[in-house]
Structure formats: structure tokens, C-alpha cells
């Protein structure tokens, strides 16, 4: 009996050793400079972002902090540039992610073939993601300005001629080609880190898998399709996911080029919110504005990585 009670009682965990415990102590005194340092510039202004959302306060009376509750989100719901602001941003952010992994993903396969100069060309792909936000929005004003190279090349192609568009064409002045233009400037400064992301995940797919298709037949469409893109679902996933939530938050190329104009047609959540804060002073109003581009994308990444999760697996 004693044995039967012994056999069946549950087996006890084994106590942590010294030497596991000193190991486990090491990692996280490792970590402590990082989280540290992302405490205090991240955690610790959002908590105040935060509170001031619940305040009054204004950059012309900094003396002048009272406390509002809730009347900050109950005007910006009331306000009716939000439902403009919101759709535009996802205009932005999913039109820019979309055309950058499009892009990454035909640059990352090209540069995963056996080419010429192979090296020097992954490197060259880099050069729009080095390049900083500012001198990329400079270089796409000069080129889509009315007098720029894009409409010289339309009127050499004779686009102009066939009346497909106006020999001087303000591409940042008017709202029908204001965002598209923006989101071409976009694709093009951040489809280099969809390709970095797409060709290591291309290079740990193991040529077996190609070798075997090709013996059953497989056309290059069909491998890409069945093995290609099963095999980089993971990676695709997290890289849009980092893509959306970079974009989303992304005010630099829309500033230098439209600051949300003409007539707000390039304005997003981001650059409401910036507007709101340095640009009329009112940093509780533009605080709630940054609360909820916050809960949006705290939404998206929960909804986001359980597909991620269910992927991987």
C-alpha cells in the first residue's frame, strides 16, 4: 500500500542549484543596462504622454495644468478631422507596406541568385535605408516638383502629348497625387529592410526541398508558391507587422514635403498629433491624440501575433 502511495505521489522539482541560480542572475544583470535605458525612453515618457492626455495643458501657459478627465478623447472624438486622419493613415501605412514587400521580396530573390557581383550589389540595396529621412524627402520635392525630372521624363515619354498629364503637374500640390507620391518616397526609403529580412529567411531554406521539386517536376512558380512562401510565412508576418507600426508613426517625409497639406490630404494620426502638439501648443490634446494611436497599435499586434504564433508552428 505504502508503495502504491509512493509510486503515484507526484514527482517533487528538483530545487534550483547555486550554479543555475548565478547563471540566471548573470543574464539579467546583462539585461539591466537595456531595460534601463528603455525605460527611460520609452516607459517613462509614454506614462507621462499618458497622464498629460487627462490635463489641460497648453505650451503658451506651461504655469497652467489642470486636471480634464475625459474632456480630451470626448473632443477628439467630436473632432471631425480624426475619421479623415485615421482612414489616410492606413492609406499610408498599408499602401507603403504593401509596395516594400513587393519590392523586398524581387529584390531579395534576384540577389539570392548566383550573379556577378552578388556582394557589392546587397550592398548597394542599402543605400535608401542609410539614408536619412530628411535628404530623402529634399531629393522626392526636387524631383516631383512641377519643373522636376519625373515630369521632364513623362513629357519625354510622350505621356504629355497623349493628355495623360499636364506638361507641369504639381504632384505635392494637388490632393489626388499628393499621398501616392509620398508613398513612393516611403517604398522606396524602407523596402531595403524587407529585403534584408526576405533574403536571410530565403538563405536558411534548404536546397533540398528545390532539388526534390524540380525531380517531381515542379514549375518555378509552383516551388516559390509551395515552398518558398510557406517556408518565409514567419518572417513575413513580424517584418510587416515592424513595416505597419514604423509607418504608422512615420511624420518625417510627410513634414519636409506637405506638413499634411494640400487641404489635408497627407495628413495622418502622427502628424495630427504633432500638429496639435508644436504647432498649436496644445501637448494634452496632442497627448490623447498619441494615446490612441497607441491602443490601435497595441489592437493590431494583438491581433497580429497569434497568426504569427499559429505560422511559426
Known sequence: MSATMTARAPARRPMLDRRTLKRWMAGYLFLLPAMICLAV????????GIVTSFENFSLFRPGQRGFVG???YRYLAEDPLL?????QSW??????VALQAILGMASALLLNQNIWFRGFFRGL?????????ALAAMMFGLLFTSTGLVNTLLADLGLVELGLINAAHPWLSDPRTSMPTIIMANTWKGFPFFTVMFLAALQSIPKDYYEAAMIDGASNWQSFRHITLPSMAPTIL???????????NSID??????????????MTLAMFSYNQGFGRGNIGYASAIGVGILALIAIITIVYLP??????R
Request: glycine share 8%; proline share 6%; hydrophobic share 50%.
Open 41 to 48: 525612453v520609452s516607459f517613462v515618457p509614454m506614462f507621462q
Open 70 to 72: 475625459l474632456d480630451q
Open 83 to 87: 475619421a479623415r486622419t485615421f482612414w
Open 91 to 96: 492609406y499610408f501605412a498599408l499602401g507603403s
Open 125 to 133: 540595396v542599402l543605400i535608401p535605408w542609410v539614408v536619412p529621412g
Open 238 to 248: 513580424i517584418t510587416t507587422l515592424l513595416g505597419t507600426i514604423w509607418t504608422f
Open 253 to 266: 517625409l510627410i513634414y519636409i514635403l506637405t506638413s499634411g497639406g494640400p487641404y489635408y490630404s497627407t
Open 307 to 312: 497568426a504569427y504564433r499559429r505560422v511559426e
